[in-house]
């Protein structure tokens, strides 16, 4: 091969290498990539689908009331303190800093108000939940598929720290 065919393929080479590496940071440091391994965020989220997340170090501050966070659960975020669950949880941000949380028969009430839940395609159980109050940099989430989810109604300690935040996620591979 002569020295102007190499030459040649590697200026046709770099930029492919270039954008490769470029794409390798921006999936590996500010996106990310995760599954969905339950039925807990259906119909919004399909059970092992791959979602896109932008990593809490890249979005900007706190998570707005509606929107799907992806969370390290602590000991504590489970019904049962033994169980230690290590894996990722992915819900829906319900209860901001300040908020009292009630369920009644089912409806979520934030601050004494109705909350609206578009998203649910199913409507929940008539069970009773709360008051759940929102302590600082915490929130209080639960998944869409609200009659088959554990979330922050049944756990331990029901709030999801700040510091336990992944990502926010950005889109669904349905």
């Known amino acids: ?21 470029v794409g390798a940071f921006l999936f590996g440091i500010v996106f ?12 919004t989220i399909p059970e092992n689908s791959i979602s896109i997340i932008l990593r809490k170090p890249f979005w900007n501050g706190m998570p707005e009331r509606g929107d799907i966070i992806v969370f390290k ?15 990722l949880l992915i819900k829906r941000v ?6 009292t949380v009630v ?3 089912g409806i979520t009430y934030i601050n004494g108000e109705r909350y609206d ?22 929130v209080f989430v639960m998944g869409d598929n609200r009659n088959h989810s554990v ?14 935040f992944v990502g926010i ?6």
């Open 94 to 99: 319900v209860g901001l800093p300040g908020d």
């Open 73 to 87: 659960p602590s000991v504590t975020n489970t019904v049962d303190e033994n169980s230690g669950n290590k894996s």
């Open 151 to 164: 979330d922050s109604r049944y756990w331990i300690s029901p709030m999801v720290g700040f510091e336990n």
């Open 32 to 43: 990310g990539l995760v599954q969905v391994p339950s039925g807990s965020m259906k119909d």
């Open 103 to 105: 369920i009644r028969n």
């Open 1 to 21: 091969m002569s020295k102007l065919k190499v030459y040649n393929f590697i200026r046709w080479l770099t930029p492919i290498v270039a954008c490769a590496a």
């Open 117 to 138: 839940e578009p998203w649910l395609k199913e409507h929940p159980k008539d069970l009773d939940f709360g008051p759940f109050i929102v302590g600082e940099n915490e």
């Open 169 to 174: 996620l950005m889109h669904t591979f349905k």
